[in-house]
């Protein structure tokens, strides 16, 4: 049932893609298998995303995500890893807080059980499906992560782990608050450790998008020292200088 589900939801995404002339491809059986058994949010188009980025990567300096949530995308960017022979590590942060106080709708459920179990989840998913390569998450926000980066800090990842922050980064999947304050406060971060070469994508940046980071796109399409490698509808990035 669940692989039969997860293929209906590709499916779907991939007709909206025909109606707008683009014509991603679906991952694998990997990547389909895991859309039915680990939860979350992703635009099909990020698989190959993914794919390129990781494959084209010019150094083994660190990728890292914004923005964790229950660890669809942190899975699949460790798998392209692994399938590209790369040795980068991965570092991402999430603080898995509620976004309100109280119960949901009209549920029995509050924000605070839901978000708990949010974390939970994540760390059940990525201690199966990136066994061989855990990534360093940091319980911070973004903001927060990025000054730790910047001082060099030494600190503990979530598993327990003391790991040295700092230095260039190789690729960023910014997927945190989608907001534009916060999108372009991760990008302005993200712009000054990202190594020429290297790839940034937005998630939820397509033409179109209802979210306020897809402006952020619109201005870096505009920045000279990037190119437009994709927008299979969101946009993949290659900083040149």
């Not at 040795?87 to 509050?110: L, Q, Y």
């Not at 998913?125 to 990136?130: I, L, T």
């Not at 033409?207 to 920045?223: F, L, M, P, R, S």
Request: with cysteine; net charge neutral; aromatic share 14%.
């Amino acid at each position: 049932m669940y692989q039969n589900s997860a293929v209906s939801r590709i499916r779907s995404i991939f007709s909206r893609f025909r109606r707008n002339n683009i014509t991603p491809k679906v991952g694998d059986d990997f990547t389909t298998h895991l859309q039915g058994v680990n939860g979350g949010f992703l635009e099909v188009g990020n698989l190959d995303c993914f794919d390129y980025a990781i494959k084209n990567l010019s150094s083994d300096s660190p990728i890292v995500e914004i923005g964790s949530f229950t660890g669809l995308s942190t899975n699949l960017i460790n798998y392209y890893r692994r399938q590209h022979g790369k040795t980068n590590v991965v570092f991402n942060c999430d603080r898995w807080e509620p976004p309100a106080a109280g119960r949901i709708a009209h549920s029995e459920f509050t924000f605070s059980e839901m978000f708990a179990f949010a974390e939970s989840t994540y760390r059940r998913n990525v201690e199966m499906f990136s066994r061989d390569n855990l990534p360093h998450t940091i319980r911070e926000w973004s903001d927060d992560f990025f000054a730790l980066w910047r001082k060099g800090a030494e600190t503990k990842d979530i598993w327990g782990r003391t790991v040295r922050l700092g230095g260039p980064i190789s690729f960023c999947f910014i997927d945190g608050n989608h907001s534009y304050a916060f999108a372009k406060r991760d990008f302005d971060n993200t712009d000054e450790f990202l190594e020429p070469g290297g790839f940034v994508l937005f998630d939820d940046s397509g033409d179109g998008t209802i979210w306020e980071c897809g402006k952020i796109a619109i201005e870096v399409k505009q920045n000279p020292r990037y190119e437009v490698v994709s927008s299979n509808p969101n946009y993949l990035f290659r900083k040149l200088r």
